[in-house]
């Protein structure tokens, strides 16, 4: 068993920005030559996200409408109090989301279901570049 490290950047928007990353992890994970392991896929920092979809319009629309009716944009935050950057909301929905997901991987793919997909979630109020850490773990 050994293990890979790899990193790539990806260009958000900000606001709820759903990006399906899924494409680029199974590029690292037919490179790094596993056939069996799993992959963890991690987001460093406090206002973006990792999970699984279905990346499709009318489902991204209808997970950004369920979070703003979680976690609403506009109430107030005793973060924003403190630091008056106005992101309360993209932190508290960061960490109900998490900054890391693993996933199987069998046969050199990644298990995932028919229409999963993975993603990041950016929440923050202003567009970034981040970077998605993929760390493999196989034979």
Not at 79 to 88: F, P, Q, S, V, Y
Not at 98 to 109: E, M, Q
Request: hydrophobic share 40%; charged share 25%.
């Amino acid at each position: 068993m050994a293990i890979v490290n790899e990193r790539f950047s990806i260009s958000t928007q900000g606001e709820c920005d759903v990006v399906d990353i899924t494409a680029e992890v199974q590029k690292r994970v037919e490179a790094s030559g596993y056939r069996r392991g799993a992959v963890t896929v991690h987001i460093p920092g406090s206002t973006g996200a990792v999970t699984t979809m279905e990346f499709e319009p009318g489902l991204v629309a209808d997970f950004r409408a369920a979070i703003e009716r979680m976690v609403p944009k506009d109430i107030p935050y005793a973060h924003d109090a403190r630091w008056r950057d106005n992101n309360g909301y993209a932190h508290v929905r960061a960490a109900m989301l998490g900054p890391s997901l693993t996933v199987p991987v069998a046969d050199g793919r990644l298990v995932l279901g028919t229409w999963q997909q993975i993603v990041v979630v950016d929440f923050d109020n202003r567009a970034r570049s981040r970077t998605v850490y993929v760390q493999i773990i196989g034979e």
